[in-house]
């Protein structure tokens, strides 16, 4: 209990401005006490108003009492300092750096617990409690501690701004409503605030429903991806399977068929082999015969014997024997190989088809933009590299756009990236995403490009290498080059271009761009890195092209 006394005591002989021990204390007509300087500092500057409150009950007084020092108190506050009490409650913080100060404090302010938007200021915990001891403060409104309370005065007559006008989309004061904002559509700031609120919920929560939505139809997306991938994975397979067990089918026949000829030819040749061997048998028996009858010295008895004895049933019927025949087979192989070039001409063929046909899935996220608004949302502000710029053309900007313009050889300093031969530039971005830009040309001929970086050698022309894409602009005509291909391009004629990039798709368009847009020339490619921007002008000298630069 001692301890619970000295505790009330304590808190008795501290004053509630600077929450230390009281010094000089006084005591004034509320009962209130305090220090004669803090309450002294206070008062002078409730002067102007010419009245006084208690910082603690806020009960006025009129006019300024006169102080008198409550000896009582400073012989108490007396007593505690020789027993060594701490001077000031332990429970009681400090303001730091990031902290909103009592307003009420004097001297090492204390942190604020709640701001008060009738008072206009902050309050720790000790200056607070009149708020919910006295009943006209309990009506305040309080709130989070905040260093901004003076942005709810009205500027221009000292008054909380407790209005709001839609008409000019501020917060005012009630003297403001007679004055500039007399006639306007305006409504008390917290109906606003709660209008504001209910609106922007709802139109989250539409936005999060729509959302939820999207992502139900990107789900959905993904699963009819994966299962026309899955089918037509399982489909091709079947088809290749299918030729090849064709292949091989065929494959067996054709072996068939060349054994059994081969069997059928060394058959054949064995036989005649065979006839012939007897032949030669017969042959070296007749031979053997004459060599006898060589001996006999009676030429009656020799033809005798030579017409009756010697061979006189002729030879054998034996079809001729040429190295050709030998190599019969080889027909064979020059058709089969025929057969072996002509489906790789049409797998060659057809598999640039089928590629393209597969990078050309109409899937939901690959679609290309169809009006120059859904394009102009992949607007990308595009910068031209003053390191790649060609020692022919000058760099400006203007307020619609970057511009490069065909001069005479100028002095630039020395760059590995800088063009020499060739009137081009290229961006200083890379672009791996779905990107547009348009392209203003001038009175000359003009290639809008886009290019890999390693292209950039002093002596290749935008189009000239499979390492760029280029349509060339002309007064009468278009044309689009790659790999030093040129293709004509049709379509109506305009001076300003707009080039569509989807890298991921493989997709570049190139658009005539006047009061609606037209397709002038699309590819259909597999790009293997980044891609840069590029210009390319030619003649006249003071020709120009320029990158706008979009809203």
């Not at 305040?140 to 008054?159: A, F, G, M, T, Y």
């Not at 008390?188 to 929560?205: G, H, P, V, Y």
């Not at 065979?274 to 009656?300: G, Y």
């Not at 990107?435 to 000239?464: M, P, R, S």
């Amino acid at each position: 209990m001692a301890q619970t006394g000295v505790q009330m005591d304590q808190e008795t002989i501290c004053c509630s401005v600077c929450l230390d021990l009281l010094k000089d204390p006084v005591t004034i007509s509320c009962g209130h006490n305090y220090c004669m300087n803090c309450i002294k500092t206070h008062w002078d500057k409730e002067d102007e108003k010419q009245i006084h409150s208690c910082p603690q009950c806020r009960q006025s007084f009129t006019p300024r009492p006169d102080l008198v020092k409550n000896t009582m108190l400073a012989d108490l506050v007396e007593q505690l300092k020789k027993t060594e009490l701490q001077a000031a409650p332990a429970d009681l913080c400090y303001a730091g750096p990031e902290d909103v100060t009592c307003d009420v404090c004097t001297g090492r302010k204390h942190k604020s617990i709640k701001s008060c938007l009738q008072c206009m200021a902050s309050y720790c915990e000790k200056h607070l409690q009149p708020h919910f001891e006295s009943a006209p403060f309990k009506k305040h409104k309080l709130v989070d501690p905040s260093n901004k309370l003076q942005e709810n005065i009205c500027s221009r007559h000292n008054e909380v701004m407790k209005m709001f006008c839609r008409t000019d989309q501020q917060c005012i004061c009630y003297l403001c409503l007679m004055d500039e904002h007399k006639g306007h559509d305006t409504v008390s700031a917290a109906a606003e605030r709660t209008e504001k609120l209910e609106l922007s919920r709802l139109n989250i929560q539409q936005r999060i429903q729509n959302r939820e939505k999207d992502v139900k139809l990107l789900q959905q997306e993904v699963e009819a991806i994966n299962r026309s991938a899955d089918k037509t994975v399982q489909n091709s397979e079947k088809i290749f399977t299918e030729l090849i067990r064709l292949m091989e089918k065929r494959s067996s026949d054709v072996k068939q068929q060349v054994r059994s000829q081969q069997r059928t030819e060394v058959s054949r040749v064995k036989e005649l082999q065979e006839k012939m061997e007897q032949e030669i048998t017969e042959l070296k028996r007749n031979d053997a015969e004459l060599q006898k009858l060589s001996h006999t010295e009676d030429h009656n008895q020799f033809l005798q014997n030579f017409s009756s004895s010697t061979c006189h049933s002729g030879p054998l019927y034996l079809p001729p024997t040429y190295p050709l025949c030998l190599r019969h087979f080889d027909g064979v192989h020059k058709a089969v190989s025929e057969v072996r070039d002509k489906l790789q001409n049409i797998l060659s063929q057809k598999w640039t088809n089928i590629s393209l046909t597969v990078s050309k899935m109409d899937g939901l996220l690959s679609q290309e933009p169809k009006t120059r608004a859904e394009f102009l949302e992949y607007s990308y502000k595009i910068t031209l590299d003053s390191n790649t710029v060609s020692t022919r053309l000058s760099l400006s900007n203007d307020r619609r756009y970057q511009k490069v313009t065909l001069t005479g050889e100028l002095n630039y300093p020395d760059h590995p990236d800088r063009f020499t031969t060739c009137g081009q530039v290229l961006s200083r971005e890379s672009l791996t995403g779905r990107f547009y830009w348009e392209v203003k040309k001038g009175e000359g001929g003009a290639y809008v490009a886009v290019a890999y970086k390693d292209h950039n050698t002093v002596n290749e022309n935008f189009g000239d290498s499979e390492k760029s894409w280029a349509l060339g602009l002309f007064k009468q005509r278009y044309e689009f080059i790659h790999n030093k291909v040129k293709t004509p391009v049709s379509g109506p004629q305009s001076s300003r271009v707009g080039v569509y990039l989807d890298h991921s798709a493989g997709v570049l368009s190139f658009y005539s761009i006047s009061e609606t847009m037209t397709l002038l020339h699309r590819v259909q490619t597999t790009f293997t890195q980044p891609l840069y921007a590029g210009l390319r002008l030619f003649g006249p000298i003071g020709n120009t092209a320029g990158l706008y630069k979009l809203k």
